[in-house]
């Protein structure tokens, strides 16, 4: 069946650092791919997403490229703030139909000032 | 209200207890689905209806019970149930059109505690 493996944290990162969290995927055909962030005590929120290989997606300084070749769809923002602490979350989508997601663990980031 | 709203957002009961947590769905959306979030595991996924008819159950024990009776609310009754369903909850929406990308919103959560 589908997998999604990502870094479990907590990781921890100074104020301006760079960010990368790893995401790797296992599925059958050629899944959509989504990053999903949670606040706490919030649900999960939509951050940004990619349908096909080689497609970038973007939103508020984050980005992730879906690799065909490594499976993978790994976030990255060049300078975090205090505000970008949360919990996210890898997932991706089989197929377009009302399909439920399968999600990874989750990374704690904790951003320090 | 806007986007996905669920009720309780905090729920404490006992085992023998019968409860219903609510979710609504403000986007005109004809999918529905419930999930489970649970510490240290990957979020579960549960029940999925689409334009109201349940498509997905994904062997979820008897005690827990979804209803959908149209396409804005999604309800999920729970009797008899064990301390390791303590969890959050979550609802989420989407528009199903076939061959689009499943895109989907998802609601504050209800956080269970069973005693």
């Known amino acids: 069946g589908d997998s999604v493996t990502q870094m479990e944290g907590p990781v921890t990162l100074s104020e301006e650092a760079f960010l990368t969290i790893n995401c790797t995927y296992t599925?059958?055909?050629?899944?959509?791919l989504f990053w999903y962030v949670q606040y706490p005590g919030e649900g999960l929120q939509l951050l940004l997403k990619?349908?096909?290989?080689?497609d970038k997606g973007s939103n508020k300084g984050f980005e992730a490229t879906y690799r065909k070749e490594t499976t993978s769809f790994h976030l990255e923002k060049g300078s975090v703030q205090v505000s970008d602490s949360a919990v996210y979350f890898c997932?991706?989508?089989?197929?377009?139909?009302?399909?439920?997601?399968?999600f990874g663990k989750g990374t704690h980031l904790i951003i320090q000032p | 209200e806007t986007g996905v709203t669920q009720t309780p957002r905090h729920l404490v009961m006992g085992m023998t207890n019968k409860k219903s947590l609510k979710c609504e769905q403000h986007?005109?959306?004809?999918?529905m689905y419930w999930y489970k979030q649970s510490a240290k595991k990957p979020l579960e996924l549960m029940f999925v209806y689409s334009l109201e008819e349940r498509v997905e159950n994904n062997s979820v024990p008897s005690r827990f019970s979804p209803e959908c009776p149209n396409s804005s609310h999604l309800f999920l009754h729970l009797h008899t149930l064990q301390p390791e369903d303590s969890a959050l909850y979550l609802c989420?929406?989407?528009?199903?059109?076939?061959?689009?990308?499943?895109?989907?919103?998802f609601g504050p959560g209800t956080r269970l505690t069973v005693l």
């Open positions: 997932a991706l989508s089989e197929g377009g139909g009302a399909d439920g997601l399968t």
């Open positions: 986007l005109g959306h004809n999918a």
């Open positions: 990619a349908t096909k290989a080689d």
């Open positions: 599925a059958t055909g050629y899944p959509s």
């Open positions: 989420a929406s989407s528009q199903f059109i076939s061959g689009s990308l499943n895109e989907q919103f």
